[in-house]
């Protein structure tokens, strides 16, 4: 991976095969609300590392 991700996380989709529909619903999203939501899902399927 050569250079280091900023802040120090590295996120993998790799192999997931959620829409991004599934990912954030059918309805209008702000830019915020968007940016909670995938991170739930980042959290919650543990696609986060330092």
């Known amino acids: 991976m050569g250079k ?3 802040g ?4 993998s989709f790799k ?3 959620e829409t991004l529909e599934q990912v954030f619903g059918s309805g209008k999203l702000s ?5 909670k939501k995938l ?3 980042v959290k ?3 696609l ?3």
């Open 39 to 41: 991170w739930a899902f």
């Open 4 to 6: 280091k991700a900023f």
């Open 31 to 35: 830019p915020s609300e968007m940016t």
């Open 8 to 11: 120090g996380y590295a996120i």
């Open 15 to 17: 192999g997931r095969k």
């Open 48 to 50: 986060a590392s330092k």
């Open 44 to 46: 919650s399927k543990k």
